[in-house]
C-alpha cells in the first residue's frame, strides 16, 4: 500500500529522518515505534504531505505521490489523525461527521438554490452514514452533544470515526492511544481491529504504548535516530538487543523491562 524510497527530511542543520525504506503492506496493522526524537511523526508528516521530503519517494498504490498536498492524498484515500484530537469543538459529533465527505453538493449555493431536492438526498445519506459510524464506534448516545465537550478517548474515537466516513485505503494513526484510559483504549483497539478485519481498512500507527501495538500490529517497525532501526513481530522486538538500548540502554535488566512491558506485566 505505501512504500517509503530513501526518504530524507532535514531541517536546517538537522535531519530529522535518514534515508528510511519501508513498506506498508495492504490489509496490515502496522506499528510504528521509537524513542522521542527517533523522527516518527517527521515520517508521518512526509507520508501524508505535511511537509516535502529533503529526498527520496513515497508511493502509494503503486503512485509517486511524493509531496502531493494533504487534500490531494485524501481524495485518493490517504488519512491521517494527530495526537492532539481536531474536532470542530462547537458542531455537535453527528455535524463533526458530516462535514468530512468532500465535494457535497450542497456547498455550492447555487446547487443548494437550483437542485435542493439532490442536495437533500445526498444529506440524507451522509447522515445516514454518520450515524451508522457512531452506532460502529459505541457512540450513538452522544450525537447531539458538542463536539469540544467530550473526553480525551472519546475525541480520539471521533477522530477515528471522522476517517470511516470516506471509506479511507490506509489510515495513519498518530498516537491513538496518548492520554487515554485503559477501557477507552480497549474501546478504541477493538474498533481498529474491526475496521481492519471486517472491512479491510489498512493501518499504520504511531504509539508509545507497548502493550497496546503487542495487541494489535505485526509487523513492528522501530525508528532511532532518524533511521530504521528494526522490523519484526512484537515477540521479536522485545528480545532484539538494539530496540532494547535503543529505549532504555544496555544490560539484562533493559532486556527484561522492556519484554515485560510488551507482555503488558510493567506498566511503563
Not at 131 to 144: D, P
Not at 180 to 199: F, K
Request: proline share 4%; charged share 20%.
Amino acid at each position: 500500500m505505501i512504500e517509503i524510497r530513501h526518504l530524507t527530511k532535514s531541517f536546517g542543520g538537522l535531519t530529522a529522518i535518514r534515508d528510511v525504506n519501508l513498506s506498508i503492506a495492504k490489509g496490515a496493522i502496522t506499528g510504528l515505534i521509537g524513542p522521542n526524537g527517533a523522527g516518527k511523526t517527521t515520517l508521518f508528516n512526509v507520508i501524508a504531505g505535511n511537509l516535502t521530503p529533503s529526498s527520496g519517494q513515497v508511493l502509494f498504490d503503486d503512485e509517486d505521490v511524493t509531496g502531493l498536498e494533504p487534500y490531494r492524498l485524501f481524495q485518493k484515500g490517504l488519512l491521517r489523525t494527530f495526537q492532539i484530537a481536531h474536532e470542530f469543538p462547537t458542531l455537535s459529533v453527528l455535524e463533526n461527521l458530516m462535514v468530512v465527505p468532500g465535494n457535497q453538493i450542497g456547498e455550492s449555493l447555487i446547487s443548494a438554490w437550483i437542485r435542493p431536492g439532490q442536495v437533500q438526498r445526498q444529506e440524507a445519506e451522509v447522515l445516514e452514514k454518520a450515524r451508522e459510524v457512531l452506532q460502529f464506534l459505541s457512540l450513538g448516545h452522544l450525537a447531539n452533544a458538542a463536539a469540544g465537550t467530550l473526553s480525551g478517548g472519546q475525541k480520539k474515537l471521533l477522530e477515528l470515526g471522522r476517517t470511516m466516513m470516506v471509506d479511507p485505503k490506509i489510515i495513519l494513526l498518530d498516537e491513538i492511544g496518548a492520554g487515554i484510559n485503559r477501557n477507552l483504549l480497549r474501546d478504541i483497539g477493538t474498533a481498529i481491529e474491526r475496521l481492519n478485519q471486517d472491512l479491510g481498512y489498512t493501518f499504520c500507527m504511531i504509539e508509545h504504548d507497548i502493550e497496546f501495538i503487542s495487541r494489535l500490529c505485526d509487523p513492528v517497525i522501530v525508528m532511532a535516530k532518524g533511521e530504521v532501526l528494526f522490523e519484526g513481530s512484537p515477540d521479536q522486538v522485545k528480545t532484539n538487543r538494539d530496540v532494547v538500548e535503543a529505549y532504555l540502554g544496555s544490560g539484562v535488566e533493559s532486556r527484561t523491562k522492556l519484554a515485560k512491558s510488551v507482555e503488558g506485566d510493567d506498566p511503563t
